[in-house]
């Protein structure tokens, strides 16, 4: 074996990024025009890249022992600030379209504590995980049983307090960042299952309930809930009311055919398009070929990911790029599902395009973490792809 090793900063997912982040600015940039705004969120938008790409720079230089033994404080910290925001008065927390979801302070800006709780809650599980496995001399049913036990306890507590806010969609993102990591945690393969089994079931269940028993849904969601079920499965039905928007993103992205009607040319006007909505502003400006480069760029993105995962040893670092994997594929498959109709809206916004500060700030957060994997992987030469 030769001594010499290089460490391998995938420039590749750094471009990517950049990319993504250029056409967040044009296309917000563009959406902008129909708001009834004064505020220039292309500018804003970039400020927040910014900053965001400052405090990267300064967790780039943490070593994952150090992030290991932090990463209790962090979840601690995204915790409290879950339940500082549950108590917080109107004045700092305010209801915005009925979510009290953000503290909000006047000429400094909005701040959502769910967005840096999911990377904490990744690195957190992680930990669990990998100090389970660690602890565990001989695996069995039972020692697997209790690992998804503790990984079930930690998620429980976010998702309580997301869910009172209430935010289904980012309960839905924590819950698949828990799936990802129970898969990649090495329990048995029965276990995983019965587990998921379990999960198909329940989600069988409610859509049995909603065809034959809708009276039954008022018991677990209130009726505006339930009509947002509604005016997704029939949008046209209530396009004077809650289907507004989606059924305006069906024309925008409809009517941009296959190359688009070209940059700030949009005629469709949908609410807040800047924000989760701007896929749809992608669809009509750039068509079917625009919108296919951002697919092309989030599978290119994804798959980046895994390979720096496969490539490193590490388990803690593998099981933290996979509940990163986990929750931007769910970011991704969602978003663009939503605003296209093929599933309910949630507010779930698109990594790096959607416009927002602590999206923003979570989402590079995320991607720093796996660049920094990346950077602290090594090969040696004459190994191909193995790793130290």
Sequence with gaps: MNNQNKSQFDYYLLLIILLLMIISTINIQSAQKFLPYTANFA???VFWYIVGLVMSAVIYYFDFEQIKRMSFYAYLLGVLMLVALFFAPSSIAPVIKGTKAWFVIDKIGSLQPAE????FLIVFLAKVTVD???????????????LIGKILGVTA??????????????????????FGIIFVSGVNWKLLVIFFSSVISIIGACVYIYIYQPDTLLLFLDQYQIERIDSWLNPFEYRGGIGYQLTQSILAIGSGTTSGKGYS???????????????????????????????????????????????????????????????????IFENIGMVTGLVPITGIPLPLLSYGGSSIFGT?????????????????????????
Excluded: C, W
């Excluded at 998702?159 to 828990?178: C, N, R, S, W, Y």
């Design 43 to 45: 500018g804003q938008q």
């Design 116 to 119: 840096f709780m999911k990377v």
């Design 132 to 146: 389970h496995n660690k602890n565990t001399i001989h695996r069995t049913i039972a020692t697997d049983i209790k």
């Design 157 to 178: 507590i976010p998702i309580l307090f997301i869910l009172k806010q209430p935010d289904a969609g980012t309960a839905m993102v924590i819950a698949t960042i828990m």
């Design 265 to 331: 040319n949009g005629e469709v006007i949908i609410p807040e398009a800047h924000s989760d909505f701007i896929f749809s502003v992608i669809g009509e400006e750039y068509g079917f070929f625009g919108a296919s480069v951002v697919l092309v760029l989030y599978f290119l993105l994804i798959y980046r990911i895994i390979r720096i995962s496969i490539n490193n040893k590490g388990e803690y670092e593998s099981i933290i790029s996979a509940g990163i994997i986990s929750m931007l594929t769910f970011h």
């Design 364 to 388: 590079i957060l995320s991607l720093t973490l796996v660049l920094n994997i990346s950077a602290k992987t090594k090969y040696y030469m004459f190994e191909g792809n193995k790793y130290d």
